[in-house]
């Protein structure tokens, strides 16, 4: 299965810069062999639609960073699922640690939006990491598997999804967990997977996300059960996104 390297812009571009940034990730992606790697850009949703139609034409997907649980209503300021999918989106990331802590987000809302994902056509990247202060309290393992546990619909792997393990002392600091621990935990996340969802919960790919560059991304995207990088801070250079994607 081709590893999906996928970037998360987060709050990061404006129109002519996304477009810019889009049409530098196509020019390059030629170089990608798509039986190793599937490119997904998750621009902001002010960009999603320049971005899409810089894309057009090109094998690389349009993914979105959030959306709300209900499909309309009277909710001022949120964006739907529909309404994403109604602008060629085809996944969405949800449960970004960003948003579990700045807006509060708890597991059961991640679900949610999980099912609303579906209920729209869209592939959830549903993510979960621990804290330092959890890991060093050797909690992660317990961390991880609740966040799962209440994340992640009945259904998750009938309908379709992605895994993104994003310890988060990882994002954004330039560290990363070791070879180790980054296999020992998705090892666990695997076997949590296989125990609820059964013979279909081996086949939900496991993304890395936290800190993932050039220089260690060949590194990370060769260990087992490690199914593509989530990527925030090199996904905005079209140079660093495309070497972590060949690096696959
Ligand atoms: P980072 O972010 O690559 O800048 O650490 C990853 C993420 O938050 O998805």
């Known amino acids: 299965m081709p590893k999906l390297i996928a ?3 987060k709050m990061h571009g404006l129109n002519f810069e996304a477009e810019a940034l889009a049409r530098a990730i196509k020019a390059g992606a030629a170089g990608v062999s798509p039986e190793r790697a599937t490119l997904l850009v998750c621009p ?3 960009a999603l639609a320049t971005v899409g139609a810089a894309l057009l034409g090109s094998p690389i997907l349009l993914g979105a960073q959030d959306c709300h649980p209900k499909p309309e209503g009277a909710y001022t300021g949120d964006i739907s699922a529909p309404m994403l999918h109604d602008l060629g989106v085809r996944f969405v990331i949800l449960g970004h640690s960003e948003r579990r802590s700045t807006h509060d987000e708890s597991d059961a809302l991640v679900q949610a939006k999980v099912v609303a994902a579906h209920a729209a056509g869209l592939i959830p ?3 979960v990491g621990e804290t330092l202060a959890e890991r060093d309290a050797g ?3 317990d961390v991880i598997g609740s966040q799962l546990a209440a994340s992640l619909p009945a259904d998750l792997a009938a309908a379709g999804g992605v895994i993104a393990y994003e310890p988060i002392w990882a994002i954004g600091s330039g560290r990363t967990p070791t070879a180790k621990q980054v ?4 090892t666990v996340i695997r076997s949590d997977l296989v125990r609820r969802f059964r013979g279909a919960g081996r086949d939900l790919p496991i993304l890395y996300g936290g800190s993932v ?6 590194a990370i995207l060769a260990l087992p059960e490690v199914g593509g990088a989530l ?8 140079e660093d996104f495309l070497t972590i994607a060949k690096a696959a």
Do not use: E, Q, Y
């Not at 296999?183 to 998705?186: E, N, T």
């Not at 560059?213 to 060949?218: E, I, L, Q, V």
């Open 7 to 9: 970037g998360n812009w």
């Open 213 to 218: 560059k050039p220089d260690n991304a060949r």
């Open 183 to 186: 296999s020992a935990m998705h």
């Open 231 to 238: 990527i925030g801070g090199a996904s905005l250079k079209a």
């Open 44 to 46: 902001p949703f002010t």
């Open 125 to 127: 990247i549903v993510c």
């Open 139 to 141: 909690r992660a393992d």
